[in-house]
């Protein structure tokens, strides 16, 4: 059984409405020695289907036996989150820039060093939730420097990014501490997110972070096998360049799209003319984050990304 469960809340700084500027944690401890697993949520405070998901495994995993220490930290972003916005409102800043952070900072830059040093820097591997916003849905997990740990979370498409690609910088992002300052095993999973039930997404989640942890040794139980999977090495966003109702024409997530498929369209709520029709960047493609539902967007929106099938590889 779980040895031990504490809740943990370092403070980091004072809001001007005098209340505590605290991280929120949840450590168990098991009876057995081993590494500690950090899992984390809503960095970005719009994509709280990992933050859903963490409730959940919490309640799982304190009734299980469990080898060595598992660290949650189920909001990242608590200011952003409670306000559905991707970035801090205090500051405007994408925490997922800010790392390792900075305790004389804005207010990003010292929750980014708060998480450094009281999450990121005690742990051992580290599981990224994000998820699509209240808009989009996303469906891909990122290979970074642990593929054997990426691919047991079970997600058919996996994206292995190329560092040096025009438009790629995960400069500042949490791999900044875990990966470039510590070599620890980081994987970063999305899913869920858009205008539609998130049960079959969080529930989704759960089942891979709880295979990850039987992966890991973590907790008892068999590894269930991945179903096929394919690594993509590029991925377009192709964002509408008019405002409008976004209409998806494209195939389900995880689906090839064609040369010559339409991803959607942007048709005017108030002329009903089409606006915009929205092509797929490459010869064939695979879905990882569309709109499920016709959705209102401002020109410039998260629209769709397709992975390029050209170069993937199982
Ligand atoms: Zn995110």
């Keep these: 059984m779980v040895k031990q469960i504490n809740k943990l809340t370092p403070k ?7 209340s505590d500027a605290t991280l929120i944690m949840h450590e168990l401890i098991g009876e057995q020695d081993g590494p500690t697993i950090g899992i984390s949520g809503s960095i970005h405070g ?8 963490i409730v959940d495994l919490f309640n799982i995993l304190k009734t299980m036996p469990i080898k060595g220490r598992i660290l949650l930290l189920p909001v990242a972003n608590p200011r952003a989150m409670a306000l559905n916005r991707r970035f801090t409102p205090l500051d405007e800043l994408n925490l997922n820039r800010e790392f390792p952070g900075n305790a004389n900072g804005s207010y990003s830059q010292q929750l980014a060093r708060a998480i450094s040093t009281n999450f990121l820097e005690k742990i051992d591997k580290h599981i990224d939730l994000h998820s699509g916003t209240d808009r989009p849905t996303v469906d891909y997990v990122y290979i970074l420097n642990d ?5 047991s979370f079970g997600s058919t498409v996996l994206y292995r990014p190329v560092e040096d690609k025009e438009g790629t910088s ?3 992002t949490t791999k900044t501490v875990t990966i470039d300052q510590r070599g620890i095993s980081s994987v970063v999973v999305e899913l869920g997110g858009g205008i539609v039930d998130q049960t079959p997404y969080v529930k989704r989640v759960v089942d891979g972070v709880l295979n990850m942890l039987r992966f890991l040794g973590t907790i008892e139980g068999e590894v269930v096998p991945a179903p096929k999977q394919i690594v993509v090495n590029e991925i377009a ?14 195939p389900p997530l995880g689906q090839v799209i064609k040369k010559g498929e339409l991803l959607g369209r942007v048709v005017s709520p108030y002329t009903f ?5 929205i092509k797929h960047p490459y010869e064939n493609g695979i879905m990882i984050l569309s709109h499920l539902s016709r959705n209102l967007v401002e020109s410039g929106d998260y629209g769709f990304m397709v992975g390029n099938m050209e170069g993937a590889t199982d």
Excluded at 12 to 18: I, L, Q, R, S, V
Excluded at 237 to 250: H, K, N, V
């Design 12 to 18: 980091f700084t004072t809001h001007a409405d005098g």
């Design 46 to 53: 719009n994509e709280n289907a990992g933050s859903q998901a």
């Design 147 to 151: 593929e054997a740990l990426s691919r």
């Design 170 to 172: 995960f400069d500042g």
């Design 237 to 250: 966003g192709i964002r509408p360049t008019q405002g409008g109702w976004l209409e998806p024409l494209c």
């Design 273 to 277: 003319e089409v606006l915009e029709e």
